[in-house]
Every structure is written in C-alpha cells, then in structure tokens.
C-alpha cells in the first residue's frame, strides 16, 4: 500500500515515532519514557511525520485527479 510504503520511508526514528503513535496507539509519553527521550521529541517527530506523509499523499492526489480518477478526488 502506498501510504505504508511512504511511512516506511519517513527518517528511522521519526517512523519508529509515529508507528508507534498512530499503530499501536501509545501517548507521547509512553513512547518517550519507552525510548528514553522527551516528550517535546516525541511530539517534533510525529508533527514532522505527519506533515511529510500530508504533503506526499496531496501530491498523490493531484496524480489521481489528473488522470482523472474520480473516486480519487
């Protein structure tokens, strides 16, 4: 699937960060005191994730929508 391919593509510990955020649901802090770093870390690496993977999937849209694929719009 592309969104997970893209995911595996995010930097190491950004992708490690936001699997375990977003796949097996742990807090920022559960996730910081796990990998021994801050809360602000963990919270830098899940936005920056997110606006990587909204900038990748937007660029996907444009694709679908120039070839026109309406069920992609």
Same mark, same amino acid.
């Not at 593509?9 to 950004?14: E, F, R, S, V």
């Not at 699997?19 to 097996?24: P, Y």
């Not at 742990?26 to 919270?43: F, G, H, M, P, Y």
């Given at each position: 699937?592309? !969104?997970?391919?893209?995911?595996?593509?995010?930097?190491? @510990?950004?992708?490690? #960060?936001f699997?375990?955020?977003?796949? %097996?649901d742990?807090?920022?802090?559960?996730?910081?005191? %796990?990998?021994? #770093?801050?809360?602000?870390?963990?919270?830098?690496?899940?936005?920056n994730?997110?606006? !990587?993977? %909204?900038?990748?999937?937007? #660029?996907? @849209?444009? #694709?679908?929508?120039?070839?026109?694929?309406? %069920?992609?719009?």
């Open positions: 699937m592309y !969104i997970e391919k893209e995911i595996n593509a995010l930097p190491p @510990k950004m992708g490690l #960060v699997k375990l955020s977003r796949k %097996r742990l807090s920022n802090k559960e996730i910081a005191q %796990r990998l021994d #770093v801050t809360e602000s870390n963990i919270s830098y690496h899940i936005s994730a997110v606006k !990587i993977l %909204r900038i990748k999937l937007s #660029v996907l @849209k444009m #694709v679908f929508s120039f070839l026109g694929l309406a %069920r992609y719009r």
